[in-house]
């Protein structure tokens, strides 16, 4: 849990006062008297956040308030009937609400409004902390109608009203922010000083321009003299700018992982080795190692920091088919764990290689395809367990095969007994990590906030709509631009109707 | 009461053409009045016939009455964003738009083109018209009573302690001995006239306006020094007036009108001046020759030299010549009345000395041979900073003080008009000890203009745009009356029963068409039958609803009723409503739970008296600083105070909880004490059953 706060931290500095209402309800679990001061917002939209810290936990909990509670409740956890008893836990499969597809087991909370965080109705779900979980929640709540992810402030301000808060208690939370590692620090750092700040304010700055065009445009176009060219330019800006929204959003979740940790899996056969690997990385005895095949059978977790970048490592039941229904359940874990990693260390013994070392190739190749039946090479590594046990000209002539047999991911040959190869091993391993997660410190700055990337979606739908009434209705096609506007404004701060003016008068002469 | 104002009307009606000045000395008489209203523009007539209106006694004291309701500058109404505020004060039963409608000579919508909810109702005004429909008005208004004179001082006393504020106004003391006039609600309007001074050339002289004597220097005495407000200065300008006959038109563009006016009112059907009598605008532009006379001016020009802060968006000709060198600045030629011998060149107000400005004039070819009526002159007045206010434009600092117009640092007819009309309720409103109410900036134009009056203060004189107004696709110049009429009506106490009736009426109509319109539900084959050609998607399967196929672009409302005309063909006199409506619904419909949020939070108020340095929350001291400033009144009005984060939000949250969760207005009448229930429906019908009465006599 210790991490988890760090990571979370981190998280308060990129965007301390957006953030404001992740941090909350994890403060303010206990119960407050119950006083309430104003009318309950039921005409309010629904709103959802990752309540927990986002990061390694083992259990994540998401927040939903709002008069669309039930429903979301309903479909999630797919309760026709009846709801849970008021306050609650109640285990239910968490399905996706379109596609009915599984996305984790989990404790659901109903708390019908006031008795309430918010005084709202409210629903909680205590879900699986691993980020492919996390998300896949928080895209489904995304899809119900009339929820939305919450604003900076929300959650509290909901409860504010409901005079559910005393806001002394929030202050002493300016203490919980730190960073954790490094590579996160770097990176808070960064934005603080404005690199993701930057681009977006300068995005910002464009759109703002090209409002402030289109308004100069239909407030002063009459009887002044604001040349139809002004719209044409605009056109251009945005289609630009939309463009560019639209990379940045499809950058591959680096900034993302950065924040909330890569996902670092590592699987194989049983007894290759893979809880000594994991012991090894994690520096304790976090899983139990014996010489007997299926001795880990759940997925095992935990928060590390690899060359200042955090990860989330997990070992799992060794691959096998087997009647043991409890081993059953571990190996379909692990194959769960191994679809939704950033990377996986595919792990072999030596003792599989075969007889004639030129055969290695071919047999790491079908390892592969069995560990990871949709393999991309960037998201593997291959080790090589059990050194100690290969003779050292063996070493040298594997290394030599695989050199002739580029398609394969790049392989160490250690040994967990004696440590042997670890440092090329660790070497090879962060390596890999600082390209999944981008070096902050390098090339543009990336996505590190899923609200952002929700924003930033919206504002891209927000300029279509800017095309979509062009030439038919010019008032609705600003509202694009200005709703567009509004969503970066929700990340870089606001933009009020005098900037707009002060725009226009600066760069034309209206003479009415 | 009523008898008293009824005696008083019929007397008016008998000496009103004859001789106004007679019977202004005859009401004089009475010395104590509910709501009393000083200066007779815009933002004056609005305030005293909204003030009357709402069942208070009301005395408007004008320096003369036959220039009550005067135009002082363009003689134009409405435009972009200023349509909507007209719009919204005839929506309030105020008296602009049914004078516009009157006095109008010329009407044009502009931005027809760009959208219904940026469409700008506008029209060129009959000057003398446009006075006497006013005069005649305020003139024959029940409870309304008009005098002449100057106001000296106001009348002061301790304040009241249970309400915030350190003075209380107690009523005025008039100039040369005309003695004291008592009233508890005082409506200052006095637009430029508060040290104003008069630009042209070099020469300063002192006065609000050319040709009527300064006024108010015991007034602005009053208010700086011993009420302490704090006061700007603003300055603003005017073209010189031209001879017509002097004037080429054929060297000109010819501007015509619509030929469909459509009137500013939503009582009136149609224009009082027929379409094919409107007169026609014409359009020239600047010569280099002109921007060589401007700067051979710069140093006769005393006015431009000054400091002090004067509108960007109605620049004079000197600052827009130096501003944007080597262009062509277009200028209007337009009429000034039917009858009259006069033209308005828009966009060259000057402040130059004379002879300079018929050099500069006669730059252009259409003016080569043009003679000027009334030189252009420039005015530098005082104002007061608004955020000094209530939202209910009354001042935070002394009970029973209410501004509006120019006064508050703005621009413009319409601008003035709406301050003064929301003045005036709440002024009335205050007398018959009524709670006060303001207006919120999701429902109407009027409340973006207060909002920001009151909450952000001006730099500049504010004048009204569209896009001030963050919901401006709900708040169109076609549904003023819809979102305002229902509560003037029934909350407010200002508009009277037959208008009310009347936007039921329409209300209920829209809404029943709508339903209508959705109870038709068609494949999109089936429409493509019955309506012929038209775009619609091939792949939609589903069914689509008449309102839905409203929203086409080919597709009016007329076409479907002659589709369907048993269904819809008894709403075929809200046609074009009700295309706009079926188009925005969508769109309003989104932005309802932001309009919602920010409504939630113009209900809560914000103490007056927090001393924002030592607040015991975490807040930085620039943002402390930035609300001592601007001491918003309510946390919505916080939250757009420029530097103030989310965070801050959440910390003022807190104080709002202790305080209680209560409005500025809710809490005045707590210290007040409600007014019983039966008033509101009541005066307003009583006031109508004495109108009909006066009809018949």
Redesign the interface.
Known sequence: MFFVTGWRSALLINVTRLQVDYMFPVVFRKPFPFRRLCKSASSEDTIFALSSGQGRCGVAVVRVSGPASVDALRSMAGLTRRLPAPRTALLRRLLHPHSKELLDRGLVLWFPGPHSFTGEDSVEFHIHGGPAVINGILQALGSLPRLRPAEAGEFTRRAFHAGKLDLTEVEGMGDLIHAETEAQRRQALRQMAGDLGQLYNDWSLQLKQSLAHVEAFIDFSEGDLIEDGVLYEVDVAVSQLRVEVEKHLSDERKGERLRSGVQVVIAGSTNVGKSSLFNILCQRPAAIVSPVAGTTRDVVETPLDIGGFPVLLSDTAGLRDTCDCVEREGVHRARQTVEQADLTLVVIDTAQLPQDLLMVPGLLSRYLKMVLPNRKDEQCLLVLNKRDLLPKSHIAVIQRVLQQNPGLPPLSILSCHNKEGLEDFLTLLQDRIKTLCGDPLASSPSLTQTRHRTHLQKCVDALAQYYQYRDTDLALAAEGLRSGLTSLGRITGKVGAEEILDVIFRDFCIGK | MFDMSLARRLLVRQHFLSDCFVRAASNAARLKYDVVVVGGGHAGTEAAAAAARTGAETLLITQKIQTIGALSCNPSLG???KGQLVREVDALDGLMGRAGDRAGIHFSI??R??????W?PRAQIDRGCYREFIQSELLNMPRLTVIEGSVEDLLLSAADPEQPGKHKVTGVRMANGGGEILSGSIILTTGTFLSGSLFMGQTTSPGGRMGDPPSCAGLSHCLREVLGLKVGRLRTGTPPRLVKDTVDFSLTELHLPDSKPVPFSFVNKHTQCKPEEQLPCHLTYTTPGVDKVVRESLNVNSHIHQDTRGP????SIES?VL??PG????V?LEPEGLTSDLVYP??LSMTMPPELQLRLLREIPALRRVEIRMAGYGVQYDFVCPTQLFPWLQMKNVQGLFLAGQINGTTGYEEAAAQGLWAGVNAGRIALSLPPMSLSRTESYIGVLIDDLVG?GVTEPYRM????A?F??ALRPDNADLRLTPRGFEEVGCVSWQRYQEAVRVSRGLGEALSALQSITLSSFQWREKLGHFSISETKSTLISGKEVLQY?DVSFDLLASAFPDILSPYLEFSERLKIEA??QP?CEKQR?EM??MR?EESLALPQDIDYFSLP??LSDEVREILDRARPSTLGAAT?L?GI???A???L??FV?KV??TTGEAAYMQVRGPKPDCWRGASVHERDREKATVVQS
């Open positions: 435009g972009v964003g502009l931005n083109s760009k959208g219904p909810a940026v700008g960007r968006y109605c620049p827009r501003r944007f262009r062509q600045h277009q209007w828009q966009g952000r745009f569209t896009s001030r963050e401006r696709t672009k188009v925005y769109h739970q919602e949020r939630k929350v975490s757009r420029p984060t989310p965070a939000i959440i910390h949250l807190r909880t209680g969760v």
